[in-house]
């Protein structure tokens, strides 16, 4: 999918539901923001609402960082984020709603780091990754490739995964000013696919086409691929949860729907869209609905 339809991407669907209707009162949902989980998060919509006839799941993209601001004024009822949210952020979703930020992990992934498919390198450490972002190795004969200059690509700084990289990656040091920024990870699929020289990462659930790299801590450590098994023991660096976000606790259609989201039916789409379900099943989000 282009980025700008992930972007602009909505749900409207519902088995039996009929154009000009009336849905019962307090049955929509509207879940608003990691470009990531956006993918995931329609399919959950879309299988939802098959076996809950009247419940209408609304899904949009933007980056985990407008899901967020969304839930801080109001306009979501759901925040989708591939990181988690930020101390001063819940105190502003209490200071403006009045209430405590729920935070829910909903699925589990790796960050991979991609190249072209043509690309003879098999594995890189998170050292060499963090020079690469950093504009300190800008060459890919000095990773021993003989392709000349690195063509970096990243993602806006709205975007979770963004966030997330920074900090578990460049040890919250700042992108060179050459990292290529796009509005999604399909789209930095999208162009590495195109270029032999590029390196780019995302969401491993992206990773058709192209090809993930082995990724090990330092030069000491073995390269592990971002498999499901490598994710959920930790084993791979860079694995990370998936997150929902409510204001308060989940009630109505909203807890209902995390509920399913979180049980078997939920989790094992995970697994059909290319992420990874939670280790361990989860609570139900809130006992009364």
């Known amino acids: 999918m282009k980025a ?26 509207t879940i608003k923001g990691s470009d990531t989980m956006v993918i995931l998060g329609q399919r959950w919509a879309e299988e939802y609402m098959k076996t809950h006839p009247g419940a209408i799941i609304q899904v949009t993209g933007g980056g985990s960082g407008t899901g967020i601001a969304s839930l801080i ?21 209490k200071a403006k709603r009045g209430k ?15 190249v072209h498919q043509s690309n003879p390198l098999k594995s890189i450490t998170l050292t060499r990754t963090k020079a690469v972002y950093t504009g300190k190795t800008t060459q ?32 919250n040091q700042d992108f060179a000013p ?69 204001a308060g606790k989940p009630e109505g259609e909203k807890k209902l729907f995390i509920d399913w989201v979180l049980g078997p039916e939920g989790q094992k789409i995970c697994d059909q869209v290319g992420y990874y379900p939670l280790k361990q099943a989860k609570k139900p989000a809130n006992k009364k609905a």
């Open 140 to 171: 890919w004969e000095e990773l021993g490739v003989p392709l000349g200059q690195i063509i970096v690509y990243g993602r806006e700084n709205n975007s979770g995964t963004y966030a997330y990289f920074k900090e578990h990656v460049l040890e």
């Open 178 to 246: 050459e990292v290529l920024s796009l509005p999604g990870t399909a789209a930095v699929i999208n162009a590495i696919s195109k270029d032999k020289n590029a390196i780019g990462y995302g969401g491993i659930a992206y990773g058709k086409g192209i090809r993930a790299l082995s990724v090990s801590k330092d030069e000491k450590s073995p390269a592990v691929a971002p498999t499901q098994a490598n994710v959920l023991d930790g084993s791979y660096p860079v694995s990370r949860a998936l997150y929902f976000y409510t």
């Open 100 to 114: 405590d930020v729920e935070e829910i992990p909903v699925a589990q992934d790796g960050v991979a780091l991609y």
């Open 73 to 93: 004024n109001g306009s979501t009822d759901i925040a989708e984020a591939s990181r988690p949210m930020k101390p001063e952020e819940k105190a502003s979703v």
């Open 4 to 29: 700008k339809a992930i972007r602009a991407a909505t749900i409207l669907l519902n088995a039996g539901f009929i154009a000009g209707t009336t849905c019962a009162a307090g049955r929509t949902v």
